[in-house]
C-alpha cells in the first residue's frame, strides 16, 4: 500500500509499524474484528488511516493535545467514522480515555513520539527556527505558557537548566545570560531575535561543525513548554499496562532524551526480577512483557529517501505475554 503525503505529512516507519502489529490485530480475525488499536499521537491521521485501511473491522482511540491537528484528521478519516474515537487529549491519559469508553484492553498501540511535520511546517507554530514567528510552541495551544514566557520569565539556573538538559547545549549558561540580558530591554516575543542571540553567542567553530545553532535551543524550549519528557515518563506505564495479552506497544522516538525513557521502561518491563544466580523465576518475579524488536530499530535507505525526516527515529516494540 502506498503512503502519500498530500496531506502534508508522510508517517514515519509505517510499513513496519504495520508488521509489528499485524499480529496483535489479527489474532480472532484477518479484518481485525474485535482489536482496538490505540494511536497516542494522532497527528495528521497518517498511521491512523493505514491501520483503518488494512483492517476493515479494527477501531481506533486516538489522543492529540493539538486541537488543530485533530480537526484536519478528523476530516481525512471521516469515512471511517464509525471505527474512530478521538480524544483532545494528552497521550499520558490513555488510561482515562479507554476507561471512558468502557475498554478494559487493547490489541496494540503505537506513539510517534515528538514535533509532526505538520506543526513544524506551520510558521505560526513558532517551532521552526528557519523563518521569524511568534514564540509559541504549544502543542496545545490552549495550555499552559509558551517559549516566550518561559525566556521572559525564567531565572537564569533554571533556563540554563532547561537548555542544558533538554536540549544538550554546551553553551547553555552563555545563552542564558546574553537572553537576561537581552530581555531586560526588550521580552522577546518572536524566533527571529533569538535566532539572531543564538548566532552571536554560540562560537563560529561549533557553528560551522555542529549544525544550526538554534536546534538544541528550540528543542529544549518545546521540551519544557510541553513537559515533554514528563508525559513520556507517564504514558508509557499506561499504555503498557492498557495491553491485553498479545498485545503490543510500539514508540518511535526522535531524540536520545525520549528513547533512553523508552528503552528504561521496556528493560524494566521485560526483565525477569527474580535474583541473579537461580535456575528459575521465582512465583510473581517473571516478566509480563517481551521484546519484540532487537534494540533500537531504524529507518531504512528507502525510508529515508522516501521520508528524510524519519532520519533520527528509533522505533521500539514489546509484546505483553502474561498478566500479574
Known amino acids: 500500500m502506498t503512503i502519500s503525503g498530500e496531506h502534508g505529512h508522510v508517517p514515519v516507519m509505517a510499513h513496519r509499524m504495520l508488521e509489528l502489529v499485524t499480529p496483535s490485530l489479527t489474532r480472532r480475525s484477518t479484518d481485525g474484528a474485535g482489536a482496538v488499536f490505540v494511536d497516542g499521537t494522532l497527528g495528521a491521521g497518517g498511521h491512523t488511516e493505514l491501520i483503518l485501511q488494512t483492517f476493515p473491522a479494527v477501531h481506533v482511540v486516538a489522543l492529540d493535545r493539538d486541537a488543530s491537528a485533530i480537526e484536519g484528521a478528523r476530516e ?3 469515512r471511517f ?170 514508540v518511535m522516538s526522535y531524540q536520545s532524551l525520549e528513547d533512553r525513557i523508552v528503552k528504561r521502561e521496556f528493560a524494566q518491563r521485560t526483565t525477569s526480577s527474580t535474583p541473579p544466580g537461580l535456575p528459575f523465576d521465582l512465583p510473581g518475579t517473571a516478566p509480563l512483557f517481551t521484546a519484540v524488536t532487537r534494540g533500537a530499530e531504524r529507518a531504512d535507505a528507502e525510508e529515508l529517501e522516501r521520508n528524510p525526516r524519519s532520519a533520527p527515529v528509533r522505533l521500539r516494540a514489546v509484546e505483553r505475554i502474561a498478566t500479574p
Request: aromatic share 6%.
Open 81 to 250: 467514522a464509525d471505527r474512530l474515537t478521538i480524544a483532545h487529549r494528552r497521550y499520558d491519559a490513555v488510561d482515562e480515555v479507554l476507561a471512558e469508553e468502557g475498554i478494559d484492553a487493547v490489541d496494540a498501540a503505537l506513539y510517534d513520539l515528538g514535533v509532526s511535520s505538520m506543526q513544524l511546517d506551520r510558521p505560526d507554530r513558532g517551532f521552526a527556527y528557519a523563518v521569524d514567528a511568534p514564540l509559541d510552541m504549544r502543542m496545545d495551544t490552549t495550555d499552559g505558557p509558551t517559549a516566550a514566557d518561559v525566556l521572559n520569565t525564567y531565572e537564569h539556573g533554571d533556563l540554563a537548566r532547561v537548555l542544558s538538559t533538554y536540549g544538550e547545549e554546551r553553551f547553555a549558561g552563555k545563552i542564558a545570560s546574553a537572553v537576561l540580558r537581552e530581555r531586560a530591554v526588550e521580552p522577546f516575543t518572536t524566533s527571529g531575535r533569538l535566532v539572531e542571540l543564538l548566532y552571536r553567542v554560540i562560537p563560529a567553530a561549533t557553528r560551522r561543525t555542529g549544525g544550526h545553532p538554534a536546534k538544541r535551543t528550540f528543542q529544549a524550549l518545546r521540551i519544557e513548554v510541553n513537559r515533554e519528557l514528563e508525559s513520556l515518563e507517564s504514558a508509557v506505564p499506561r499504555a503498557l499496562d492498557a495491553l491485553g495479552v498479545g498485545g503490543r506497544l510500539v
Open 76 to 78: 481525512r478519516l471521516s
